[in-house]
């Protein structure tokens, strides 16, 4: 009976080891961007607590902060699987293409196939602007080996940190919190 419990206690772990990461490197990011802005006085509101420490694809932004002359919403990424290839639609569908390494293939030799995976829709509702204040859309990913991409339906455009997705600037946690403590 123990036994048992301790198997499907290590099978829960195992299945949600990636959730269990991602809220813990978003709490890390939140804590730290709390502190500057309590620092600095700014304003900093949060969405739901569900989906800001653990869902990637939420309807709304996660977070908002607000200078006093500039509003910023933030999305949130964390991916926890390494060298991995994030393709995102004009559609706003978001695919993950992973590349799986096989020791032998057929002939002998090493091979490696892709795997993807449809993780769902990116389709955010607009931030509410107050004042008229000037309003960026932060787009952050965790620094890992990830490589992005943009699918216009014809030919796929890798994505750098500065470019725009989906109207947001896509950016680094890292580089975020320098910007944020200037």
């Known amino acids: 009976m123990i036994l048992t419990i301790i198997v499907l206690l290590l099978i829960l772990l195992v299945t949600l080891l990636p959730y269990i990461t991602r809220g813990v490197r978003r709490t890390a990011f939140i804590c730290r961007l709390r502190r500057i802005c309590r620092l600095k006085k700014y304003k900093i509101r949060t969405a739901n607590i569900f989906c800001l420490l653990f869902a990637n694809l939420s309807r709304t932004y ?62 955010l509702s607009p931030c509410e602007n107050n004042g008229g204040r000037q309003e960026y859309h932060i787009f952050l990913f965790s620094g890992r080996d990830v490589s992005l991409y943009h699918h216009n339906g014809k030919a796929m455009d890798r994505i750098s940190y500065g470019d725009k997705l989906y109207g947001m600037t896509v950016a680094k946690y890292k580089s975020f919190l320098l910007e944020m403590e200037k």
């Not at 910023?72 to 926890?80: R, S, T, V």
């Not at 393709?87 to 293939?105: A, P, T």
């Open 62 to 123: 996660d977070l908002t902060v607000d200078t006093g002359r500039k509003l910023y919403a933030i999305k949130l990424w964390d991916e926890f699987y390494r060298n991995t290839n994030l393709i995102f639609n004009d559609s706003h569908c978001v695919l993950r293409r992973k590349k799986v390494s096989e020791v032998f293939g057929k002939d002998g030799k090493m091979s490696h196939s892709v795997y993807e995976k449809i993780l769902g829709r990116l389709s």
